[in-house]
């Protein structure tokens, strides 16, 4: 059989040979036939899908189905076969010899390597290589062969090297760690990433042995996992220039997890910079532009709060007043202020005065009678950390009328503040967060998980989030076979995220293709009465 | 080969060890055993053998492409085998179905509540599952959705086009309208969203959830009017097809 396929193989070199010209090719202008559909010249590429559905630009791109690694996947139950040039180019269909790629669907897996020629008649009237026609959803392109020529040098190209960070024998990893950090969440973080780390290491005696052999690529794909901790220090403007000395030393596959106080927009701009997939960081404060390609977040952080909180104001808003919602008045203590003013922007007729306090500055004592003016304060939103919180007037009588006290519950820490008990049973938590009782039960897994590895549970938020982003990297790789494409893992990522078995603090986590934040909304939640205080839902799971 | 080999057996024999397995999870459907698998895959070895050698043979005649007629037979079926009954029709499987539609509340494309059931219930309805972030499937039922619209002009408006989410917390009212307007979706044409188990149990009573959205098949189910059964068309089914079955609905 084998010597079958090369005679085949080597024929339709030769038959290609007599094909057509070479092309000057541009893999540059074949990116953008293959990422945006679109043409040298800007225009949108057309292309017919079965019985005559016409798609056009973005939705004919190539990068649609078969994403941006070109190495394929799957959905529902079309297969996406890969095509990044290296699996193309050469004869599919073996298992031993041609990867977990080719590892056929069905009989249609099985060809002889495309060429110029058959590329063009692939895309253009959907036949493959031996003859046979493509699945009825690939796009019959209407291309020039000169278009065809920058797409195949694009596809030469693409996912044809393994990521840097990999070697024959290692994969590096690093987690990031901002200055402001307690050592205690530090730590939190670190046993359970370490831990990860030992055990996918651990129990592994024979892989190196089976590696050398080389004969699956499932053995073939092992590589010693190796974490290195990257600590920042001093402000963040100088992080870049850290981050890219640290890699330069020690190039790393992905960042895992990651925990970040302040801001982690050097961290997003480093990941995006050098293309390197950082999955999962804890933060309050992501990038939530939604540019970045390569940063996976559990969340939009604080943003996500204050559009929770004004999404549950216009659906249940107190009856009139003022809103008076006080913040740190600096570049990240603005940003849920601006968020919840924002999206009230044309929604609410209600009043929203800003109390910025100054980066130094305390409360003052008598500060909340001053701050409705002649309106009366009706909802008062506390954009700020448990510390702030804590040095409110335990004395300080409430304004009257006031309804409501909201604050956040990653500013919080997801503690009930200790305020005196007037001001408790007006007190409300903006929560984007599993429950207490669904997430112990969720948590169950991790918790044994701990236990038998001797890590107390000390930080839950913390460790959850470094357990996820540790085992999802996990699954994720040992899907890659020894494809070390980084879009590739973002890809499998994207696909499995939903389907995870690993618990979460989040109710459900999920992203798509495209899609960098996995959990999408948060509950309002009061406190029971008494000592310590459970979170009691007063409002649906709201998606701003 | 080509007849009689029954609908649940047809691609058995393309398929290897993965295939296989993943076959076997959907054995629940398919009710396949692993006799049938092993017989079909010593089966599937000697085909592979016989088309090596017929391409061999096409290649060095000079005959490229070769045409070989099972597989291409192969590819036509590719949608019938979770069913028991495929019809005439090439690329989609019709199926008669009564579906008891939860009473949820649903988010239209501005916002607003709707009450899924009495959507349904006042005009003849087309009806599909979407999700914005979806490569694959959805931008090709969204444009034959909208070449249904257009087909149908001015008369259009007689019938409820309805696209639901099955990635209902990324698919905010906002991405939907986003969605709706880049597809020239109508004023019959409504897409709706809503919470994550409002959405799941839309798809339950559709016989659709597949768990995990980038686990969905095409599907399209039309109903000429509250109390009558549903027409559900599997698989790929062109806007002559959805228009051909809309009129035989409305015409009875």
């Known amino acids: 059989m084998r010597t079958v396929r090369r005679v085949l193989a080597g024929l339709s070199l030769l038959l290609s040979q007599g094909g057509l010209a070479a092309e000057p090719a541009d893999s540059h202008v074949g990116q953008s036939l293959y990422r945006n559909g679109l043409s ?22 190539c990068v649609k189905c078969h994403r941006r690694s070109g190495l394929g996947g799957s959905e529902g139950q079309n297969p996406i076969r890969p095509i990044a040039g290296r699996l193309l180019f050469s004869s599919q269909g073996k298992l031993e010899r041609a990867g977990r790629w080719a590892i056929p669907a069905s009989s249609a897996a099985v060809r002889p390597p495309y060429t110029r020629n058959s590329l063009a008649r692939a895309l253009r009237e959907g036949i493959d290589p031996a003859g046979r026609p493509l699945d009825a959803l690939m796009p019959r392109y209407d291309l020039s062969d000169e278009e065809i ?50 055990d996918k290491n651990g129990g592994t005696r024979k892989e190196t042995r089976r590696r050398e052999a080389g004969s699956e690529q499932m053995y073939r794909a092992f590589r010693t996992w190796v974490l290195h901790v990257w600590e920042l220090k001093g402000s963040p403007e100088t992080w870049g220039a850290q981050l890219a000395a640290y890699y330069r030393q020690q190039p790393v596959f992905a960042v895992i997890g990651g925990i970040g106080g302040a801001s982690w927009q050097p961290v997003h701009a480093f990941c995006e910079a050098f293309e390197v997939p950082c999955v999962f960081p804890d933060v309050d404060y992501p990038d939530v532009a939604g540019t970045g390609y390569y940063p996976l977040y559990f969340t939009r952080g604080v943003t996500l709060e204050a559009e929770v909180l004004a999404k549950h104001l216009l659906e249940t808003g107190p009856s009139g007043g003022a809103i008076v919602q006080v913040y740190r008045d600096h570049a990240l203590g603005r940003l849920p202020a601006q968020g919840l003013r924002e999206y009230l922007q044309g929604k609410s007729r209600k009043t929203v005065i800003d109390y910025p306090l100054s980066e130094a500055g305390r409360l003052p004592v008598d500060f909340l009678s001053r701050l409705a003016g002649n309106e ?6 506390l954009w700020l950390d448990s510390t702030d919180l804590a040095v409110l007037d335990p004395a300080a009588a409430l304004p009257d009328g006031l309804e409501a006290i909201y604050v956040s519950a990653s500013l919080s820490v997801m503690r009930r503040p200790s305020l005196p008990e007037n001001w408790l049973s007006k007190l409300r938590m903006v929560y984007p967060f599993d429950l207490p009782a669904t997430r112990e039960q969720r948590l169950a897994r991790m918790n044994a998980w701990l236990r038998a590895r001797n890590i107390p549970l000390s930080d839950e938020r913390t460790q959850a989030n470094a357990f996820f982003a540790a085992t999802v990297t996990g699954d994720a790789m040992s899907h890659l076979g020894e494809n070390f494409s980084r879009d590739y893992f973002i890809e499998r990522i994207e696909q499995m995220t939903q389907s995870a078995l690993s618990p979460s603090i989040y109710p459900h986590l999920s992203l798509g293709p495209g899609q960098r934040f996995a959990s999408k909304g948060g509950y309002v939640v009061r406190f029971s009465p008494g000592k310590g205080g459970t979170p009691i839902a007063i409002s649906e799971w709201l998606i701003p | 080969m080509k007849k009689g080999r029954g609908v649940k057996g047809h691609d058995i024999r393309n398929l290897d060890q993965r ?4 076959l076997a999870i959907d054995s629940e459907r398919t009710s396949i055993n692993d006799t049938t698998v092993r017989h079909q895959t010593a089966r599937r070895h000697a085909t592979a053998r016989l088309l090596a050698l017929q391409v061999l043979a096409a290649l060095s005649l000079g005959l490229v492409p070769y045409p070989i007629s099972a597989i291409a037979q192969d590819h036509q079926h590719d949608h019938h085998h979770h069913h028991a009954i495929p019809s005439e029709q090439d690329g989609y499987v019709r199926t008669m179905a009564s579906y008891s539609i939860p009473d949820v509340k649903l988010l239209d494309a501005n916002g607003a509540g709707v009450s899924l059931r009495s959507e349904l219930d006042d005009k003849p309805v087309i009806l599909n599952f979407i999700f914005t972030s979806c490569g694959a499937i959805c931008p090709v039922m969204s444009t034959t959705f909208s070449q249904v619209q257009m087909a149908l002009g001015p008369e259009r408006d007689t019938v409820h086009m309805v696209s639901i989410s099955i990635d209902p917390e990324h698919d905010t009212p906002a991405a939907l309208k ?10 019959q044409w409504q897409m709706l969203t809503g919470s994550l188990d409002n959405s799941i149990a839309v798809q339950r009573a559709f016989d659709v959830y597949r768990g995990d959205k980038m686990g969905h098949t095409p599907a399209t189910f ?3 009017k509250a109390g009558q059964p549903w027409v559900r068309l599997d698989g790929f089914a062109s806007a002559a097809d959805i228009l051909r079955e809309y009129r035989q609905l409305t015409t009875n």
């Open chain 1, 376 to 381: 009366r304060l009706s909802t008062l939103v």
């Open chain 1, 40 to 61: 040298a010249s800007g225009e949108p590429v057309r292309a017919t899908v079965q019985k005559g559905v016409a798609l056009s630009g973005a939705d004919a791109a």
């Open chain 2, 178 to 187: 986003s969605y709706a307007e880049k597809y020239g979706a109508g004023s």
């Open chain 2, 19 to 22: 295939g296989y397995k993943m």
């Open chain 1, 149 to 198: 020529a920058q797409l195949q040098a694009y596809l030469e190209g693409l996912s044809s090297t393994a990521a840097p960070g990999v070697t024959d024998r290692e994969i590096h990893f690093s987690t990031i760690i901002t200055p402001d950090i307690s050592s205690d969440r530090r730590s939190a973080m670190l046993d359970v990433l370490q831990g990860f780390f030992r």
């Open chain 2, 222 to 224: 039309l109903r000429v």
